[in-house]
């Protein structure tokens, strides 16, 4: 009976992340988007052990203008796929690609599945001084046709920045537990070679910046980068004869407040609450399991809702959860160990799934590595604020 | 000093927010309301968001709300609106319902606060527009 179909007992552990890779990260100029996704899915293949004609399935993305993105991938890769398309739900949809190839291969559609994201955003704006004004002179025809720009609203900052105006007046979080989310995730990077951001980071440092669109500042604010990641998905069993020690996918959920970011209280208790409860439900765990979170760290604020609604503290005690130095390496949750999207590299998502991977083979050393993690939840979150995925892995 | 003044976007009705902006004009808000179950809604569609009935008219609203969030740009984006930063840009709850975007004029961004009672003024873009904008109401 279909009615009987429950996703923890036929998917929960049915599939493994084989091989995870990234490209080169942070500005990579003379490289687009495409050429940098073949990279890191090269490299992905190469940390699993398997060649392009072992893959039958494709599911990527790139910038959103990419037309059949996932045919340009597979034609690079030189092979044909048996499953393959690409995912329109911002940065929620890397999260996605996983989930489906996992039903995928679970229902005998394909037996080993490429999920990867790439975008070239440093290059696009910051190559050369034409790319610069490019960017900032985009024609009035390309903006939105009202609502909007006639307000001078422009922007994802602004976006999220409503939300974390709400959120501080309605629980008096303040700029400092921003702030701790921006150092925590700086010093993160400052332990990870392949991160953007080299340079220390204080308290004082983040108040300083300049103010973008407040409460809002520049260290608020995920990096503009060239970047690309992979993960293979491949069955559990066959994972066993491979490379590397098998990471296992146990859950996954999804929720997409399409009412709007506006509409509700959508901006403040995101649609990560229901996407969590989905992933904890087939995982058969909850947040007290979990050892360490890769979250979508698109601005600060984002990381502080999403930690109250995956039920890391309750909702409107985020601040005080952060202020309590539980995100850093040695603290109650770990979270975004590479440095994420706010000092490692913004990869719409994909670089924090290839972390959450990374934490649960336990190869790195000592002072990137999350002590005895077994369980990682990753998020992502994007379209119009309001697409939301969760990913539970697990050590095998 | 600059010399040369660049005009901000204009707005460009989409064919279903025409009557919006033709009530502007007229210094009126307008929004769709349903014929069937009597709610508003915003952005202008030709479909009630709230029961799928496609019958509706564009009906006057109070003009008043609520600021349910904002936020203050800093940054300039564009360079139309270099004079204008720091300027605030708000999510106004109208007391009939829907949020729309405007800015909150004639008050410095450190005065505005979410929760605080606004009212609809109008902006004359030129013959065509009229640009709805809030002002804090009087206590």
Same mark, same amino acid.
């Given at each position: 009976m279909i009615s009987d179909i429950n996703p923890a007992r036929e998917l929960r552990d049915t599939c493994a992340i084989v091989g995870t890779a990234t490209s080169r990260l942070g500005r990579v100029p003379g490289?687009?988007?495409?050429? %940098?996704?073949?990279?890191?899915?090269?490299?992905? /293949?190469?940390?699993?052990? =398997?060649?392009?004609?072992? +893959?039958?399935?494709?599911?990527?993305?790139?910038?959103?203008?990419?037309?059949?993105?996932?045919? %340009?991938?597979?034609?690079?890769?030189?092979?044909?796929?048996?499953?393959?398309?690409? =995912?329109?739900?911002?940065?929620?949809?890397?999260?996605?690609? +996983?989930?489906?190839?996992?039903?995928?291969?679970?229902?005998? =559609?394909? *037996?080993?599945?490429?999920?990867?994201?790439?975008?070239?955003?440093?290059?696009?704006?910051?190559?050369?001084?034409?790319?610069? +004004?490019?960017?900032?002179?985009?024609?009035?025809?390309? &903006?939105?046709?009202?609502?909007?720009?006639?307000?001078?609203?422009?922007?994802?900052?602004?976006?999220?920045?409503?939300?974390?105006?709400?959120?501080?007046? =309605?629980?008096?979080?303040?700029?400092?537990?921003?702030?701790?989310?921006?150092?925590?995730?700086?010093?993160?990077? /400052?332990?990870n070679p392949d991160a953007s951001m080299k340079k220390p980071l204080s308290i004082g440092d983040y108040h300083a910046g300049r103010l973008i669109v407040a409460p809002f500042g520049m260290y608020d604010c995920s990096l503009r980068s060239d970047a690309a990641g992979a993960v293979i998905v491949t069955r559990s069993d066959h994972a066993k004869d491979l490379k590397q020690p098998p990471v296992l996918i146990k859950g996954f959920g999804f929720q997409n407040n399409t009412r709007g970011w506006f509409a509700d209280d959508n901006m403040v208790v995101t649609a990560? *609450?229901?996407?969590?409860?989905?992933?904890?439900?087939?995982?058969?765990?909850?947040?007290?399991? +979990?050892?360490?979170?890769?979250? #979508?760290?698109?601005?600060?604020?984002?990381? /502080?809702?999403? &930690?109250?609604?995956y039920g890391f503290c309750k909702k409107g005690e985020g601040g005080d959860f952060v202020a309590s130095g539980?995100?850093?390496?040695?603290?109650?949750?770990?979270?975004?160990?590479?440095?994420?999207? &706010?000092?490692?590299?913004?990869?719409?998502?994909?670089?924090?799934?290839?972390?959450?991977?990374?934490?649960?083979?336990?190869? #790195?050393?000592?002072n990137r590595q999350v002590k005895d993690a077994k369980i990682a939840l990753i998020s992502g979150h994007g379209g119009n604020q309001v697409c939301h995925s969760t990913l539970i892995l697990g050590r095998a | 000093m600059m010399s040369d003044v660049i005009p901000k976007p204009k707005p460009r009705p989409a064919p279903e927010s025409l009557p919006y902006w033709q @009530? @502007? $004009?007229?210094? $009126?808000? @307008?929004?769709?309301?349903?014929d069937d179950c009597g709610k508003f809604w915003f952005p202008p569609t030709r479909t009630c968001p709230h029961c799928l009935s496609s019958r509706f008219q564009f009906s006057d609203v109070s003009g008043k709300g609520k600021i349910y969030s904002f936020v203050t740009y800093h940054r300039v984006y564009r360079p139309a609106f270099a004079q204008d930063v720091p300027y605030v840009v708000a999510l106004i709850e109208l007391d009939e319902g829907p949020r729309l975007l405007s800015n909150i004029i004639g008050v410095s961004p450190d005065e505005v606060a979410c929760e605080m009672k606004v009212e609809v003024v109008f902006d004359d873009y030129d013959e065509e527009i009229s640009i709805p904008k809030f002002k804090l109401s009087k206590v």
């Open positions: 490289v687009s988007s495409l050429d %940098l996704l073949v990279e890191a899915i090269r490299n992905a /293949l190469d940390d699993a052990g =398997l060649n392009p004609s072992d +893959v039958d399935g494709v599911l990527c993305r790139g910038p959103d203008e990419s037309y059949s993105h996932h045919q %340009l991938v597979a034609e690079r890769l030189g092979i044909n796929a048996r499953f393959s398309t690409t =995912l329109t739900n911002g940065g929620a949809s890397q999260i996605m690609s +996983v989930a489906i190839a996992v039903m995928a291969i679970r229902f005998g =559609l394909a *037996k080993t599945i490429v999920c990867g994201f790439g975008r070239d955003t440093w290059s696009r704006t910051h190559s050369s001084e034409e790319a610069r +004004v490019r960017n900032e002179t985009r024609p009035e025809s390309m &903006l939105a046709r009202e609502f909007g720009p006639e307000y001078g609203y422009f922007g994802a900052t602004a976006a999220h920045a409503f939300g974390a105006t709400r959120h501080m007046h =309605l629980y008096g979080t303040t700029r400092d537990h921003f702030g701790e989310i921006a150092v925590a995730f700086r010093e993160h990077a /400052l332990r990560a *609450k229901q996407a969590g409860e989905a992933a904890y439900a087939m995982a058969g765990l909850g947040p007290r399991d +979990v050892d360490t979170a890769q979250i #979508y760290d698109c601005f600060t604020y984002m990381v /502080l809702t999403q &930690l109250e609604d539980a995100l850093r390496l040695g603290g109650a949750l770990p979270c975004n160990t590479s440095g994420g999207q &706010l000092s490692e590299a913004h990869c719409e998502g994909m670089l924090q799934i290839v972390e959450g991977v990374r934490q649960m083979r336990h190869t #790195y050393p000592e | @009530a @502007a $004009r007229d210094h $009126r808000l @307008a929004l769709p309301k349903c």
